[in-house]
């Protein structure tokens, strides 16, 4: 699938700009929700699970790194 193709390249471009080795599953989850099934989501996670993350990466994604 194209999008899968494209989000997997996003999390390397995510990878590089933020200077990151991994994502956690959740991170993945949602912007696999939102990139790939165009969901609108709602991320309740605790304090420190890197939420920011998502979204500072769905920049990254969208605008191609």
């Given at each position: 699938n194209n999008k899968i193709a494209a989000l997997d390249e996003g999390f390397l471009?995510?990878?590089?700009?933020?200077?990151i080795t991994d994502f956690t599953a959740y991170q993945k989850?949602?912007?696999q929700k939102i990139v790939v099934e165009k969901l609108d989501i709602l991320v309740s996670l605790p304090t420190g699970s890197r939420k920011p993350l998502i979204y500072q990466a769905l920049v990254v994604v969208f605008n191609g790194g």
């Open positions: 471009d995510v990878s590089t700009t933020f200077k989850l949602a912007m």
